[in-house]
């Protein structure tokens, strides 16, 4: 079986033990933090604190939950108070755990996501990905799945350089050595860490993955040159050294297509019928991959969540392209969700990453790497 057990996977399940962790074994990367087991403790933490903090159920509630908090908001209105209480107790009511609240230090920068393959002892890095979760364009609307991603060009992306990609490598590598120390077993399987290149670190951990992501492996496997079902194979029976791996040097780009209604209602995104010109499609160079969609009387119906996801391996430009006019292709008796800025704008990205890479350059130069401090005289995160 190609996946970790359940005591290692905790890793994914707890956002409080991969924290506690990180900051156990010294592993760069790493965020301050509290947990609360209420939501009235929380916000009375916020409130004293004062500073900018991200709050976040403290296991995985399927991507939901996550209320940033700036320092422009230190002193809150009573009504801020009131929405920030609501949003808080929103967030405990998804946890089942003892521990329902985590609160990290803020940090801002280009995200994006590393998957390691590994039997244990040998460590296979994959290409990049970055998805993009929010609904719509532009980045706004509720939180999805994910709508799409980019991978590429080669293992990197257009942002992150050659040496971000290997302080990445190291950062899992390092926390999966922990996870053996920790519990005495090896990880087996894959680890994804949910990254964002930042002024306080440079590469830093958002938090961990013990599977797949999704969208992103849809833009990293079709990149991979080489039988992808005999790697796995060597990461389940421990011969991963045997592995031989090449990557597409072009980029991909992928677009997933979802019902009006999706994500916050499933009944409204459910039963619409779809119709595609698929072997048109494929002559243009997409991929299709079916997913919250079922074949009903020769006929296509969503069942609620994102339908299909359309995959490019081209040049950005040239991806978008044939994206757009493969989606063209797509019709149905409801309006479809489709984010035609995924692959877009990316020099955007390239500048803001080299503003933060000039920060955590200069940090490092000073000694000052992964330091930081709280202003507020009540106390501030671990």
Request: charged share 25%; hydrophobic share 40%; net charge negative.
């Amino acid at each position: 079986m190609v996946g970790p057990d359940r005591e290692v996977a905790l890793i994914e399940r707890s956002k409080v033990w991969m924290r506690q962790l990180m900051w156990k074994y010294e592993i760069p990367g790493r965020l301050r933090f509290r947990a609360f087991s209420s939501a009235e403790e929380a916000v009375r933490f916020i409130l004293e604190f004062g500073g900018s903090i991200a709050v976040k159920p403290s296991e995985q509630v399927g991507g939901k939950g996550v209320k940033v908090v700036a320092d422009l908001q230190a002193y809150l209105s009573g009504e801020k108070r009131d929405a920030l209480s609501r949003s808080a107790g929103r967030i405990a009511e998804l946890v089942k755990d003892e521990v329902k609240l985590i609160i990290e230090e803020k940090v801002d920068g280009p995200e994006y996501t590393l998957h390691i393959l590994t039997d244990g002892h040998t460590y296979l890095p994959l290409p990049l990905a970055q998805d993009y979760k929010h609904a719509y364009e532009d980045g706004i609307g509720p939180e999805t799945g994910g709508m799409g991603s980019i991978s590429g060009p080669g293992s990197l992306l257009p942002f992150i350089i050659e040496e971000e990609y290997g302080r990445s490598v190291e950062i899992i590598r390092l926390t999966i050595e922990a996870i053996r120390r920790e519990t005495g077993r090896d990880y087996v399987g894959v680890l994804a860490g949910q990254m964002m290149l930042t002024g306080l670190w440079g590469p830093t951990i958002i938090e961990y993955y013990s599977r797949f992501g999704d969208p992103e492996a849809s833009a990293i496997i079709p990149r991979i040159e080489g039988d992808f079902g005999e790697v796995l194979e060597l990461t389940a029976t421990g011969h991963l050294s045997r592995a031989r791996i090449g990557v597409v040097e072009k980029p991909s780009v992928v677009r997933a297509v979802a019902p009006l209604g999706y994500p916050l209602d499933r009944r409204m995104a459910s039963g619409h019928r779809v119709w595609l010109d698929l072997p048109r499609m494929r002559e243009l160079g997409c991929r299709v991959y079916f997913g919250s969609i079922a074949l009903e009387g020769m006929q296509l119906i969503t069942r609620g969540s994102r339908a299909l996801e359309l995959v490019v391996i081209d040049e950005f430009g040239e991806a978008v392209r044939k994206l757009d006019k493969c989606f063209s292709l797509i019709s149905s008796d409801t309006r479809l969700i489709y984010r035609h800025d995924i692959g877009s704008a990316i020099e955007t990205q390239i500048e803001k990453a080299e503003i933060v890479r000039y920060t955590y350059k200069a940090r490092e130069r000073a000694g000052l790497l992964g330091v930081s401090a709280d202003w507020s005289p009540n106390g501030g995160l671990w």
